[in-house]
């Protein structure tokens, strides 16, 4: 039976195209994490290893809701290895970096897939597709929300020291006359 919900078949390929993309982006994120959480070593481990687990168990549960919109739009969700190589932009981890090197690789992941969901945005909204949208809104919400996390873990704090350092200064103040 054709699909009548007011969007044009050339419009739904459009958007399913983007939120196959997305899909494939967010897999290989999501193994990535995995990865990452069964391999990091180091004085960090067991935080990392929790934090990582955190994440790929959202990102797994991710995935179902992106490959479901894009069978509602009319057309297969990619779910091969094959697929998803062809069309994400994230290169996979086949040996193990160390802990600081996952970090940024995960950074640098998940500023990818916040870049992949807003193009996908783009297609649906230019086709009034509200739900592929939403998908899309809360994909970057999530991604860019991560990476401010894991890229925090690579700084010393050093400017926020300064900054704390900065404000006893004005103690003095404190006393008017
Ligand atoms: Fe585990």
Same mark, same amino acid.
Not at 4 to 9: A, H, P, Q, T, V
Not at 116 to 125: G, K, N, P, V
Not at 146 to 169: F, Y
């Given at each position: 039976?054709?699909?009548?919900?007011?969007?044009?078949?050339?419009?739904?390929?459009?958007?399913?195209?983007? &939120?196959?993309?997305?899909?494939?982006?967010?897999?290989?994120?999501?193994?990535?994490? =995995?990865?990452? =959480?069964?391999?990091?070593?180091?004085?960090?481990?067991?935080?990392? =290893?929790?934090?990582?687990?955190?994440?790929?168990?959202?990102?797994?549960?991710?995935?179902?809701?992106?490959?479901?919109?894009?069978?509602?739009?009319?057309?297969?969700?990619?779910?091969?290895?094959?697929?998803?190589?062809?069309?994400?932009?994230?290169?996979?981890?086949?040996?193990?970096?160390?802990?600081?090197?996952?970090?940024?690789?995960?950074?640098?992941?998940?500023?990818?897939?916040?870049?992949?969901?807003?193009?996908?945005?783009?297609?649906?909204?230019?086709?009034?597709?509200?739900?592929?949208?939403?998908?899309?809104?809360?994909?970057?919400?999530? =991604?860019?929300?991560?990476?401010?996390?894991?890229?925090?873990? &690579?700084?010393?704090?050093?400017?926020?020291?300064?900054?704390?350092?900065?404000?006893?200064?004005?103690?003095?103040?404190?006393?008017?006359?």
């Amino acid at each position: 039976m054709a699909i009548d919900i007011g969007i044009s078949e050339k419009d739904r390929r459009k958007i399913a195209d983007g &939120l196959s993309r997305l899909l494939a982006d967010s897999f290989v994120l999501y193994l990535k994490t =995995h990865n990452f =959480h069964w391999n990091v070593t180091g004085p960090q481990f067991n935080s990392l =290893h929790n934090m990582f687990m955190t994440q790929y168990t959202e990102q797994w549960n991710a995935l179902d809701v992106i490959a479901e919109r894009i069978r509602a739009l009319g057309f297969p969700a990619p779910g091969s290895f094959a697929a998803y190589a062809e069309l994400s932009s994230i290169r996979e981890e086949t040996g193990v970096p160390n802990a600081q090197e996952m970090i940024r690789q995960l950074v640098a992941a998940q500023e990818a897939v916040a870049r992949t969901a807003r193009e996908a945005f783009r297609l649906a909204d230019e086709a009034d597709d509200q739900p592929s949208a939403d998908v899309c809104t809360q994909r970057m919400d999530v =991604h860019e929300k991560t990476a401010w996390m894991l890229r925090s873990l &690579l700084e010393d704090g050093g400017d926020v020291a300064v900054a704390a350092a900065g404000k006893p200064g004005k103690k003095g103040k404190k006393s008017k006359k």
